[in-house]
């Protein structure tokens, strides 16, 4: 039966079958050279497609190894697997039974056969499809004995002749088949696939035994015409250095196999003992196994040369100079003592002293770890630093040029800064209008940082699908931790080569958070969910590890986690105070009415104009000045409302604001001590330095819109000379302030994610002195209500840097905490306002006592055994 | 790898004083450099600087070592100097015992007849090319090679240009070409960047090897765990579709499910393709002209009624007959074969019948491949 006819057969049957055309998807990247294919030739004699594969000598292009191994088992989906239909006895049923067992390459396809042969002894395609079996299983004379028998009964068939040159060809015999093959014109892979009887899965290691037959056949038939012709007059005299020849054993072989399918396949001795080994012993037959496997596949080896300067190569010149050609041969050689010992990344960071701890981390990850690997490192040790690191070392190596960085939509904008600021990576990130307008255009970038959120969106999710990606790192990973999400399908289907997943709260609710997380890293590490349940978890308790030493043991080979403990971190004791100033009448009045105007006005705006209504408001809670500023643009804006422009009237003749006096007292207090002072509002920070100037307070001035040089001035001057800076936010960004043990801030950010970054400024590694924290506020102001949440209610101040994040991570990921604070504020009445208050505090507490729990489980799931060290 | 103590310093010091700069040793482990405009311009260092290669630097040094951008600056330092010199060899008149022995022990070929027409001394001329290759997957490996050609026979005599390593190594051993001797001519430059482009690939393979292997053996490792892992999945949504009756909607959801476990171990591997996939790329970094007398050995092919006659040296310093390369290949194999036509010497591969159309053919003769069909 051929192809068109197995394909009628087929079609017959209701299956559907894709003649085979090559490889499969990027099969052909081969540039030049080899395509090793795993578990290959060098270690492996047999020719047994099931056990080995392709073939160790076949030298086609076209292809490859790998391709012809996809190829072989591509369409094993397509083989009828189980229930086989057809009545039992009937060829039909047999057939497909048998194909059905090559196709899950059964050891017991054979004897399946056998049993069907005897069952049906006169069906044409059962006998030669058991033949393919036995050839397939490693058993030609027993594929001989069969063909012979075909040959008696249904006389000459091109099917067969190529299933006994398959045979010949799996007992060595190469020239035979290669005679036979040539004879039937079917020595080409076109005319072989025509009248191959096995299915699509097999077809790619019927072409790798036929390229072995070519090669090898044409080899064993000009030696024996050598011999021939050496055997015969006019050489014997000459003086001929004679090439070896072929042993006796070779000669004796040759001269036993016989010349006709038949007679080669009768004489065989050793096909007769295995038929008598097949008669005598039986193989009983069970029953099919009712659940099928899924079919074993294997992965491609692919390997591209390229040479890189092929124009460059120079073969003579003009003067030889010995010397500078050493220098050259030895300037390369030390070129290749850049091993991961040495990393090349640490001259290359800008403002990052690394730790030691996270030198070893990104040693660990390159070597041991293989860039695949969960960063868990406790809170406020520097996760971003080192993935950061592994990036640029793989950057400088060569080994990335794709990278894609997915984190909270609120730390989009972090991590582009830190790239580019500590790690010389520009990245494009997801609030580029380009992704809105081009999406293709945006992803296709070497480098983005990229909102989960919105990378998970449907039609983005699919573009990122098809990209390949060198390094993918997903911050704040815990995200990750439910298989069903988006999220975490989004990841899955991302081709990545490095995945570096960051969370130092890996664990939250149940161990099957880190089952899934694990198993994005290396899928089957802890085998399925259900044996993990049964093994490591204990029932009824997700949070619990039943067997903790063997979950750790697993969790070594894909996880770091650094504490504290390790890297003897010891934080400075803080302390920190609200100082509530009180505003006189005026200022308490024009505050009252610019809350009335924006509650008046946010109850018919729309986003754009909520967001000017907040930063009115955050004007206003900053000072007087910066809030005068602040209406003049909103008045600007909307010049025909009186009430805008008479409270803009009103504010402008507030000379200063209640909290500048208490400011004053606190730098009048112990005047040589350094103090920090953070101000979010340029307008204020040019009234206040303004402020201290007439006070003859002496002070440097910091901000974003400095160039390089002037705020490496101010800040020397501040070390050296002055008590005072005068700091915005960017201020002090990568730059060491530990001299300075004291930090006031002049105004309250709403989100305490900016205060937190604030009090990174001072209270971090290099500390030695206890650190002070004064919150400046006007009594009721939407600040004061803030400052009381966070302050009062979870402690915030007590919190290391980095778990104000940890804790909002859930808040924060719905709706940024300062949207709920304005949301709060602008409630209509002050029950409304006090309820919408209390339901935020709660959800704090909430998320604080969470946060606890969580970091409580991990520390005992992880202890102090995962570490880099 | 560790890098040997004082090796960047020496490194370092021999450099500068090739490109006239003063250079004096200082304590611990450090160089004081005078450095004339351009070595300050190439290094980024001052007129006077000091450079510390230790753990512990001399006062006022810069720290110099292979993390950062040192070896940059050394090789913008070296420009494009020493990328070819020329060494001449002498060896004294050695010469091979019994060519014949020799011959008939290098070289086989199953489906012709040779015989050894003579053996005459010779100067020969040799390019050695050195290679720097980098190979990169999720590990990478970086390492030198070396091409070597024998001008004269266009041999690519591996062992034996392994074997002259020692040679080269020693500085003094240069001798003078003798007036009389006759070189064979310098190769074009196509010729040679052909051959390279032929020859490297497979040297490369050879010297990937352990690295590979590597690969391989992790590749099956992860591939054999992907395999249990969805392979029990499946298991699991299949045992449940079994016990379900057909056209039971849950039956049908997980044979769904089956499928979907079925796709993502596919689209996995793939990606385990993607992890390991390697790529080499192969810088050329210089070329030695090497110029040595050898003992050349004239053989006659003989393939039915046609015969060629080959030129095969004998290298006196490694005491080798250099192998005939595959003139189809260029590949490592040693040829067994000769073609019909034009009496090729090849391996089996290069001698096999086309895929496409079945038909024997010689790569050599036919490089655009089958002459029948094309393909």
């Known amino acids: 039966m051929g192809w068109r006819n197995l394909r009628r057969f087929r079609q017959a049957h209701g299956l559907n079958l894709r003649k085979p055309t090559g490889g499969r998807r990027g099969s052909d990247n081969i540039a030049v050279g080899v395509s090793p294919r795993v578990g290959d030739d060098r270690g492996c004699q047999s020719s047994n497609p099931i056990r080995c594969g392709g073939d160790a000598l076949s030298n086609r292009r076209r292809l490859p190894r790998d391709a012809t191994e996809q190829t072989l088992f591509a369409n094993i989906e397509q083989v009828p697997q189980s229930p086989v239909s057809g009545h039992k006895g009937t060829s039909v049923f047999w057939v497909r039974t048998v194909r059905a067992a090559l196709a899950k390459r059964s050891p017991r396809a054979l004897a399946i056969a056998e049993r069907g042969l005897k069952a049906c002894p006169e069906d044409r395609e059962l006998l030669l499809l058991a033949a393919l079996t036995a050839t397939a299983l490693g058993d030609p004379a027993r594929s001989l004995e069969l063909l012979q028998r075909y040959g008696k009964r249904h006389g000459a068939d091109p099917s067969r002749v190529l299933l006994t040159a398959l045979a010949l060809g799996e007992q060595n015999e190469y020239g035979q088949a290669l005679r036979l093959l040539s004879t039937e014109k079917m020595i080409t892979d076109e005319a072989a696939l025509e009248h191959f009887i096995g299915d699509a899965v097999m077809a790619g290691w019927m072409l790798g035994r036929l390229g072995s037959i070519r090669t090898l056949g044409a080899y064993a038939m000009m030696r024996r015409d050598t011999r021939s012709a050496k055997a015969g007059p006019g050489t014997a005299g000459s003086k001929t250095m004679a090439p070896k020849t072929a042993g006796p054993k070779a000669a004796g072989r040759r001269t036993t196999a016989p010349n006709t399918v038949g007679q080669e396949a009768a004489g065989s001795a050793a096909a007769k003992a295995s038929a008598q080994r097949v008669a005598a012993k039986p193989q009983p037959v069970r029953p099919m196994r009712a659940v099928p496997a899924l079919p074993k596949l294997e992965a491609r080896f692919e390997m591209a040369f390229e040479i890189a300067n092929p124009d460059a190569i120079e073969i003579d010149g003009v003067e030889p100079d010995a010397a500078a050609f050493r220098l050259r041969a030895e300037l390369v050689r030390l070129s290749l003592f850049e091993g991961f010992d040495e990393l090349l990344c640490l001259p290359a960071l800008q403002d990052v002293e690394p730790h030691w701890y996270q030198v070893e981390t990104a040693r660990k990850v390159l070597k041991q770890y293989r860039g695949r690997v969960l960063l868990a490192d406790e809170v406020g040790l520097g996760k971003t630093v080192e993935a950061g690191m592994v990036l640029k070392e793989y950057m400088l190596r060569g080994m990335a040029e794709r990278i894609l960085i997915l984190t909270p939509a609120s730390l989009v904008g972090q991590w582009r800064d830190e790239m580019a600021a500590k790690f010389g990576i520009e990245c494009a990130t997801s609030h580029d209008p380009l992704l809105r307008s081009d999406p293709a255009a945006f992803w296709a970038q070497p480098r983005v940082i990229a909102s989960i959120a919105a990378a998970r969106r449907k039609e983005q999710a699919e573009l990122l699908a098809g990209l390949h990606y060198d390094v993918v790192v997903v911050d704040e990973a815990h995200h990750l931790r439910d298989q069903s999400s988006a999220s975490y399908q989004l990841v899955n289907r991302l081709q990545k080569r490095f995945l570096l997943l960051l969370s130092a709260t890996p664990v939250q609710n149940s161990l099957l958070e880190l089952y899934n997380l694990l198993t994005l890293l290396q899928p089957g590490i802890f085998k399925t969910q259900k044996e993990f349940r049964s093994v490591y978890m204990v029932p009824g308790k997700p949070r619990e590890p039943a067997n903790r030493e063997r979950l750790r043991d697993l969790m070594r080979g894909v996880m770091v986690r650094n504490t504290r403990a390790l890297a003897a971190l010891r934080m400075p004791r803080r302390h920190a105070s609200t100082l509530r100033a009180a505003p006189d009448a005026e200022e308490a009045a024009c505050y009252e009415e610019l809350t009335a105007l924006v509650r008046a006005a946010a109850s018919g705006g729309d986003g754009g104009h909520r967001l000017s209504l907040q930063h009115l408001l955050a004007a206003a809670g900053s000072s007087p000045g910066a809030a005068a500023a602040a209406i003049a643009r909103y008045v600007e804006r909307h010049p025909r409302d009186k009430r805008w422009r008479d409270l803009l009237a009103r504010t402008r003749t507030i000379a200063s604001g209640a909290k500048e006096a208490a400011l004053l007292r606190l730098l009048a207090q112990n005047p040589a001590e350094k103090k920090l002072v953070f101000v979010h509002h340029r307008d204020t920070l040019a009234h206040l330095a303004e402020r201290l100037r007439h006070q003859k307070v002496p002070f440097a001035l910091f901000s974003g819109d400095m160039s390089g040089p002037q705020k490496d001035a101010a800040v020397e001057a501040f070390r050296d000379q002055v008590p005072v800076l005068l700091c915005t936010e960017s201020g002090g960004e990568g730059r060491n302030l530990q001299f300075c043990n004291t930090l006031i801030n002049f105004d309250i950010p709403w989100n305490p994610m900016a205060i937190e970054q604030r009090i990174g400024r001072i209270d971090r590694i290099g500390q030695l002195r206890e650190v002070f924290i004064f919150n400046l506020v006007t009594a009721g102001t939407i600040e004061d209500s803030v400052l009381r949440i966070l302050d009062e209610k979870i402690n915030m101040f007590e919190l290391v840097v980095g778990e104000v994040g940890a804790i909002l991570g859930e808040i924060d990921e719905q709706q940024d905490f300062s949207t709920l604070v304005l949301d709060a504020w602008l409630q209509g009445t002050e029950q409304a306002r006090a309820e919408a208050f209390a339901k935020l505090e709660t959800q704090l507490l909430a998320a604080r006592r969470e946060y606890d729990g969580v970091k409580q489980l991990d520390e005992a799931l992880f202890g102090n055994e995962l570490d880099a060290a | 790898m560790p890098l040997d103590d004082n ?56 720290r110099v070592g292979l993390e950062g951008d040192w070896l940059e600056r050394f090789g913008r330092l070296l420009g494009s100097e020493g990328r070819w010199t020329r060494r001449v060899l002498d060896t004294e008149g050695k010469a091979p015992g019994d060519p014949e022995r020799m011959l008939e022990h290098e070289l086989v070929l199953d489906n012709a007849t040779f015989r050894l027409l003579g053996a005459a001394p010779v100067w020969t001329r040799y390019l050695l090319m050195d290679f720097r290759a980098s190979a990169v997957s999720d590990d990478k490996r970086d390492f030198i090679t070396r091409l070597g050609i024998n001008l004269a026979t266009g041999a690519l005599p591996d062992a034996v240009i392994a074997a002259l390593g020692s040679f080269l190594d020693d500085p003094e051993a240069d001798a003078a070409i003798p007036a009389e001797a006759e070189l064979p001519p310098m190769w074009d430059r196509g010729r040679v960047t052909d051959l390279v482009g032929k020859a490297l690939p497979r040297r490369l393979d050879v010297a990937l090897d352990p690295f590979v292997r590597g690969l391989r053996r992790r590749l099956v490792r992860d591939q054999d ?110 040829p067994r074969l000769v073609c019909d036509d034009a009496l090729h010497l090849v391996v089996p591969a290069g001698l096999a019948p086309c895929a496409g159309c079945g038909r024997t053919y010689c790569r050599a003769c036919h490089r655009g491949g089958c002459p029948k069909c094309g393909s």
């Open chain 2, 225 to 334: 765990r992907l395999y249990r892992y969805h392979n029990d999945l499946h298991n699991e949504a299949m045992g449940r579709a079994v016990g379900l009756p057909e056209g039971d909607p849950k039956r049908v959801r997980e044979e769904q499910r089956a499928e979907a476990i079925g796709r993502e171990y596919r689209a996995k591997l793939d990606d385990l393709s993607r992890q390991y996939a390697t790529r080499v790329t192969v810088e050329w970094v210089q070329t030695l002209e090497l110029v040595m007398p050898a003992y050349r050995l004239s053989v006659q092919v003989r393939r039915r009624k046609a015969d060629r006659t080959i030129a095969l040296d004998w290298n006196p310093l490694a005491r080798r007959l250099e192998p005939p390369v595959c003139e189809a290949t260029a590949g490592i194999e040693r």
């Open chain 2, 7 to 62: 090796r960047m310093q020496d490194f370092a010091a021999d450099l500068l004083r090739h490109e006239d700069a003063l250079v004096e040793s200082i304590e611990p482990d450090g160089l004081e450099v005078l450095a004339p405009p351009d070595v300050q311009r190439a290094l980024g260092v001052g007129e006077l600087s000091r450079l510390g290669f230790g753990t512990t630097l001399p006062a006022g040094a810069q």
